[in-house]
């Protein structure tokens, strides 16, 4: 490969919570290993990769220049934004006006359904259903009803359109938070799949917010199909919320956009975003965004498909193998996995609060599955070099899952 996809780096001290929080937040984050571990971060949707090279170069080019005063995004961001969208997404007609900068996306999601919703309303989430999620919209007055994905006959997440459906009209939904690729299960949407969901939410007048900020990490040869790109419904219904912080390790300069083609969305939803006059761009995000969508972002996130796909190949094929009683649905997207421990917990008398505990004790910190609606579940973050998986694995499979008693 061309990009560094093998190097462990040492992000101690280095603003990391990663490494440098465990242990901070009881009940939040995982506990430090003991003594004779050192700790294999799993846990925080961060990669622990060196990140494309270009972005460092234009952040350091801006630098150069001592002045860092009000500006307005440059023509070069939205440009790179658009030709991003049409080659890696295929979204066509563009344009500069329904691009709109949001410090976060959790904060765009908030934005638009205070346009669609007042404080108190129910909004329909699928469960298991990622934290900032919940929340975010509890601590914005959102009701949060529940739609539980179930797994098909060959373990793979679905949406349920009846128990949706019957949702909506039992408690007079109109607004919906659809996560396209699903975090925390990993499930990239078929065509077909988001359709028919739109097909629902146009029927009952539902107002969709799409989080779409894992589209870029897309592995073993699925396809991303934008939310707004199914019918002209879905595209004048939807606010589309994208990021290149998870594409490419830029959580910690802040930076995410909107697509908004509806005129009357967009304005309300910019007026929206303003009213805490908080939602700014830092001039260094924007030159980052750009060094991410220059011709070397698209081969460096090319790299990270594949080797993200190699090291979800290896674990899940290992946790069948190995691992009895412990069950996951490969994700089609994302970093993470979303590992079902219910059986063998039932069958060791142990607890998920212990069975975390175990793993974080020699080193592996994993993630707490409950947060995200997962009764017995662990979510797994392996955007980590392969060695360090492998690592990982026969840790847990010596110490934790295999152990003698």
Excluded at 73 to 94: A, C, F, M, S
Excluded at 293 to 315: H, M, Q, R
Aim: with cysteine; aromatic share 12%.
């Amino acid at each position: 490969m061309k990009y560094d996809f093998t190097s462990i780096m040492d992000r101690h001290g280095k603003d990391a919570i990663a490494v440098d929080g465990l242990g901070a937040m009881p009940g939040f984050t995982p506990d430090a290993p003991k003594e004779g571990f050192d700790a294999i971060p799993m846990w925080v949707a961060d990669m622990n990769f060196p990140t494309c090279p270009t972005i460092q170069e234009e952040i350091i080019k801006r630098t150069q220049h001592p002045a860092f005063g009000y500006f307005f995004p440059t023509d070069e961001y939205y440009g790179e934004i658009i030709k991003w969208q049409e080659t890696r997404n295929g979204v066509k007609g563009l344009t500069k006006e329904c691009i709109g900068y949001e410090n976060g996306v959790i904060g765009g999601v908030i934005s638009a359904l205070n346009v669609y919703c007042s404080k108190g309303d129910n909004v329909l989430l699928h469960s298991p259903t990622y934290i900032g999620f919940t929340k975010g919209l509890e601590n914005n007055g959102y009701h949060i009803v529940h739609t539980p994905l179930i797994k098909d006959e060959n373990g793979i997440w679905r949406m349920d359109y009846a128990d949706m459906e019957k949702k909506i009209v039992d408690n007079q939904i109109h607004a919906t938070v659809f996560c396209s690729p699903h975090n925390p299960c990993g499930r990239v949407w078929e065509r077909e799949e988001i359709e028919k969901a739109m097909e629902i939410f146009k029927k009952h007048d539902v107002y969709v917010v799409s989080d779409e900020i894992w589209s870029d990490i897309i592995i073993n040869g699925n396809k991303h199909i934008p939310t707004q790109s199914v019918s002209e419904d879905a595209r004048m219904r939807t606010v589309a919320l994208y990021a290149p912080s998870k594409t490419f390790n830029l959580a910690g300069l802040v930076g995410s956009y909107h697509i908004i083609y509806n005129p009357y969305l967009r304005e309300r939803v910019l007026k929206e975003s303003s009213l805490a006059h908080y939602n700014d761009m830092n001039v260094l995000s924007m030159h980052a965004l750009i060094g991410a969508y220059k011709p070397e972002g698209y081969e460096w996130a090319d790299e990270l498909c594949e080797t993200i796909s190699g090291n979800v190949n290896f674990a899940c094929d290992y946790i069948e193998k190995h691992f009895k009683g412990v069950t996951v649905s490969k994700p089609q997207g994302t970093y993470m996995l979303f590992v079902d421990c219910t059986e063998w917990c039932k069958e060791h008398g142990k607890t998920i609060a212990e069975l975390e505990k175990m793993g974080n004790d020699v080193g592996v910190a994993w993630q707490d599955g409950r947060m995200f609606h997962g009764p017995c579940h662990i979510r797994m973050n392996l955007a980590l070099p392969l060695s360090r998986v492998k690592e990982a694995f026969e840790r847990l499979d010596k110490y934790v899952f295999n152990a003698e008693d």
